[in-house]
Every structure is written in C-alpha cells, then in structure tokens.
C-alpha cells in the first residue's frame, strides 16, 4: 500500500502493486492498555438511608414478594472505568548488557512522582512481539541502502518466533507498506527483495503511520526505524509522530545511518528527534557506518527484547489535570553494580484529534 498523510495528519491510501498482496488500509484505531470494569451496587444499609427511594419506604413483605427484575431496577448501579497501564523495561549494565533475574521487588514505579502498587510483574522474553521495520529509501541513503537491507534481513531471521509478526514499510517521499504483519520468512524476503529507492523523506510520517499499524496489536510493539535522520516532506511533525508512538506504545528503536567520509549534510535537528523519540518510548537510538555497526545494532536490539520486564500498575489517585501522565522507573542497583533502567516516559489519557 502506498500511504500519505493529508492535512493535520489524517491518512488516506491508494493501492500499490507492492502492497497489494497485504491489501486493506491501515489500522486507524489503537490498542489502549487494558481497561477493567468495576460494577459497584449501593449496599442495603445505603439503599434504606435514601427516603426518595421507593425501596426505603416499603415494608419488608412487600419487597420479599417484588421479582428479582424489579428489585434490580430499584438498585442504583455505578460503572467506574480502571485503567492498567502496562510499562515495558530494559535494565542494562555498565556495558549495556541486559540484566536478567530480577523480580517485582527489584522495581519502584512512579507515576507523576507517586508511587505506585505493582499489580502484574512479568519477564517477557515470551511474550509475542509486534514490530514495524521502517527502511529509508531516500536519495541520501542509496550507497548504503543494499547493506541496510542485509542487515536487517539477518535481524528478521533472528528475532521472528511463530508468536511474533513483522510489518515492513519503506519510505521516500511516500511510505509503503510492503508486508502486513507476518511471521513468514518467505514472504518478509519477498518484501525486503522489492525495497525500490525513492527521492525525498518522510520520516515523521512513517513513525506516525508505523505507530498507526501497530496501534490495535496486543502484546509488545515494536518499531525500528533505520535512516539518517533526514525529513523534507512529510506532513506531520515531531510532536505528532512522538505522540502517535505513545499512544500506541510502542517501543521505537533508531538505527541512525552516518555517512563515513564527513558530517556535511548531515540532519543532526532530525537525528537529535529521532534520539529523543527512542528515550521517551523507552527504546534506544544506534548510530552505524557500516554493516558492522549496523549487524550489532540489530544484535543488541534483539537481545534487549528477550529480556524485559513487564511492570504493570492501576494508577492511584491523580494529581494533576494534564491528559499527560509522567512516568518513572527505578531499579534497585547492587553496591558496585551501575545499571540503567528504560522504559517510556509517561502516557495520554486521551486521544489525539
């Protein structure tokens, strides 16, 4: 599918022979956290305390001979909506090797700097993963584009389970998705063989629109996005693409491509964005000049998926009115030990327009 973004943001598509196998559009939706629903029923001493209800004023034969279904509707019902936010971390060590073993204990959560209960604890090195790879094919990264695709076509043999699923985008001055969500090696070649160069980026809007397609998945979401950090035409911006990735938590990896000879045309403002974007979703940012660098980007990412945490909390009473909820992580470091803990930053409580 070819895709592109109208003004502020809304997105349309038109079919493509390279999308065509995948068909449909994106999703438009997203997958919130989990939501649990609370029924809470007045209690009968509540119930008799009200003079205005019918209830409260009727003898106590006169109740006993009153159907189920008419003693439900006198009953006032109150539905409260509890919000579980998930939060995916990384602990790293002092070489940036993940820590594994730890437990609940290990973790203190924060949400607007209070704490919070831990209600699900888990490592998630099982759970399915869902991830977005984002190829640039602009004019700016063509002498390096075929090394990219080998490397990320050894990252895709490497990280797929029959649990997981990979979508592959391309983006130029358009972005195309190639592959919908599949765990078939076969058929992410096939898409990764049909990468065509392009001329100008659209970066934001392939973070926007990757954050999209990952937005109705469930479990964790990933997107990796390898480029140099250029953009020219897109038209939406950093703080909508930033936000897209929120909502959708996703977990943005960035793989920054550097030309080797000099630093002349670099977009450092599209680098430093990229930076920014991988810290507040949790993820991490990599910059490489050559298929080495590029091989063990992917290899570290791959291992930072098999080993995260799953911190998992009802959050307590708010205290502030912002839609914007901030949140912190700390990890309980051994004497001696110099650990890092990753995880976003916060979330929405509502949806963008």
């Known amino acids: 599918m070819h895709f592109g973004l109208g003004t502020r943001g809304a997105v349309g598509c038109r079919p493509s022979l390279l999308g065509r196998e995948g068909g449909g559009a994106l999703p438009r939706g997203r997958f919130g956290a989990l939501t649990l629903a609370c029924v809470i029923l ?135 998705e190639l592959t919908p969500f599949t765990s078939d090696l076969r058929r992410i070649d096939n898409a990764i063989d049909h990468v065509h160069p392009g001329a100008a980026t659209a970066m934001y809007d392939a973070l926007y629109l990757g954050a999209r397609a990952l937005g109705r998945r469930q479990g964790r979401k990933v997107m990796v996005v390898i480029t140099d950090g250029g953009d020219t035409v897109s038209t939406t911006d950093y703080s909508q693409a930033l936000r897209s990735a929120q909502e959708a938590e996703a977990i943005v990896y960035s793989i920054i491509v550097v030309p080797i000879e000099a630093d002349a045309g670099r977009d450092t403002g599209g680098e430093h964005a990229l930076i920014q974007i991988s810290r507040d979703t949790g993820g991490k940012y990599f910059y490489a000049e050559g298929i080495n660098q590029l091989d063990e980007a992917f290899r570290k990412i791959s291992d930072e998926l098999r080993t995260q945490y799953l911190l998992a909390y009802y959050p307590s009473e708010r205290v502030t009115d912002s839609d914007f909820r901030r949140i912190k992580v700390l990890v309980n470091t051994p004497a001696g030990k110099d650990w890092t803990v990753r995880a976003r930053t916060g979330y929405y409580t509502s949806k963008a327009e």
């Not at 790293?92 to 203190?108: E, M, S």
Request: net charge negative; glycine share 2%; hydrophobic share 40%.
């Open 42 to 176: 007045l209690m009968p001493w509540s119930v008799a305390q009200q003079t205005d209800n019918p209830l409260a004023q009727m003898p106590e034969a006169q109740k006993a001979r009153q159907s189920p279904a008419d003693q439900d509707q006198s009953s006032p019902t109150f539905r409260v909506n509890v919000k579980l936010v998930n939060v995916f971390a990384t602990v790293v060590d002092q070489n940036g090797a993940p820590v594994g073993g730890l437990i609940k204990q290990d973790f203190t959560v924060y949400e607007d700097d209070k704490p919070q209960k831990i209600a699900v604890f888990n490592r998630e090195s099982g759970l399915p993963l869902s991830i977005v790879l984002e190829v640039d094919t602009s004019l700016s990264t063509h002498k390096d584009l075929q090394l990219e695709l080998q490397s990320a076509r050894r990252f895709t043999h490497t990280i797929l389970r029959p649990v997981d699923a990979l979508a592959l985008f391309q983006f130029s001055e358009i972005v195309d």
